[in-house]
T-cell receptor, first 110, second 114 residues
Framework: EDQVTQSPEALRLQEGESSSLNCSYT??????LFWYRQDPGKGPEFLFT???AGEEKEKERLKATLTKKESFLHITAPKPEDSATYLC???????????FGKGTMLLVSP | NAGVMQNPRHLVRRRGQEARLRCSPM?????VYWYRQLPEEGLKFMVY????????ESGMPKERFSAEFPKEGPSILRIQQVVRGDSAAYFC????????????FGPGTRLTVT
């Protein structure tokens, strides 16, 4: 069965304190890995798609990387407005629907 | 360019009533996905539709739930004879479906069953 595990479940950082979120996955074949941001009471907001091991994508203070078994979302010098739940999802080969992890709730304090 | 639209944003139903949730995909998108989100459980896939076709309904409960995406108009997720366990946030996502697997989500409908 395809599985997606995100860690930690929650992370509290001080403003400017860089860190990484982890997404490990078990699929028979990976068509793509997706990162989303979700604010309370809102729908997930698309951030990145990664398709192959070694690929990296960047957007402002966020950088996503992918290996054969996991992905990292690196947050450099975070600000309070980066506080949100970050969701990872995989698209297994041969499928058209996403399997989501439970997310990492990030809180950045000023 | 309008994003994915869902209505209503909040819906309260009594046990045994019907709930109808509507979703209009982004302009240019012809593929629609419905997800349910419960606290502590994350987003769970329910059903995947294209215009007038259900492509994958493997995540949909066998009874009381149905979905459609007609040739004209929004996609509809229908829940008949709602029970308290149906209380959740229901999200719709859309994609172009042609070589891009990125799904863009709407703001969700929060269903409360009393």
């Amino acid at each position: 069965e395809d599985q997606v595990t995100q860690s930690p479940e929650a992370l509290r950082l001080q403003e400017g304190e860089s860190s990484s979120l982890n997404c490990s996955y078990t699929v028979s074949g990976l068509r793509g890995l997706f990162w989303y941001r979700q604010d309370p009471g809102k729908g997930p907001e698309f951030l990145f798609t990664l398709y192959s091991a070694g690929e990296e994508k960047e957007k402002e203070r966020l950088k996503a990387t992918l290996t054969k078994k996991e992905s990292f979302l690196h947050i450099t010098a975070p600000k309070p407005e980066d506080s949100a739940t970050y969701l990872c999802a995989v698209l297994p080969a041969g499928y058209s629907t996403l399997t989501f992890g439970k997310g990492t709730m990030l809180l950045v304090s000023p | 360019n309008a994003g994915v639209m869902q209505n209503p944003r909040h819906l309260v139903r009594r046990r045994g009533q019907e709930a109808r949730l509507r979703c209009s995909p982004m302009k240019g998108h012809s593929h629609v996905y419905w997800y349910r989100q419960l606290p502590e459980e994350g987003l769970k896939f329910m059903v995947y539709l294209q215009k007038e076709n259900i492509i994958d309904e493997s995540g949909m409960p066998k009874e009381r739930f149905s979905a459609e995406f007609p040739k004209e108009g929004p996609s509809i997720l229908r829940i008949q004879q709602v029970v308290r366990g149906d209380s959740a946030a229901y999200f719709c996502a859309s994609s172009t479906g042609t070589g891009s697997y990125e799904q863009y989500f709407g703001p969700g409908t929060r269903l409360t069953v009393t």
